[in-house]
């Protein structure tokens, strides 16, 4: 992990990101989300491999980046991962900005949560 601007971590994943190694990473997203950083950088240059699991680690680093008002960007993704990425609709959740957390304010064209 590059911690020299601490507004804009950046993990790097490689290897292959599946059931079993995505627990401790989502741990390690938890924990970088709770420190509200302008910017998470994910650095995908060693990636070899992602299923399902990965997806979701994805997502729900998007979903709390969304609740903590930080972006989550994606660098060095390789093309099998850009793929699944476009496939499953997860590009288009990235591209969003952030939310404003404030009660009853929702994005346009989105759902207001009760």
């Given at each position: 992990m590059d ?16 059931y079993?190694?995505?627990t401790?990473?989502r741990a ?10 302008v910017?998470?950088?994910?650095d995908f240059?060693d ?10 680690v ?10 903590a ?9 390789p093309?099998?991962?850009e793929t ?7 590009t288009?959740?990235l591209?969003?900005?952030p ?8 994005a ?7």
């Amino acid at each position: 992990m590059d911690r020299s601007d601490p507004a804009v971590p950046v993990l790097v994943v490689g290897g292959d990101l599946a059931y079993a190694t995505a627990t401790p990473l989502r741990a390690e997203i938890d924990r970088l989300l709770a420190a509200r950083p302008v910017t998470l950088v994910f650095d995908f240059g060693d990636l070899q491999f992602m299923d399902s699991t990965g997806l979701s680690v994805i997502v729900h680093a998007w979903r709390e980046g969304q609740h903590a008002g930080t972006t989550i960007e994606l660098r060095s993704v390789p093309r099998f991962l850009e793929t699944i990425l476009d496939l499953t609709g997860v590009t288009g959740l990235l591209d969003r900005s952030p939310v404003d957390d404030a009660p009853g304010l929702a994005a346009p064209g989105s759902a207001a949560s009760a």
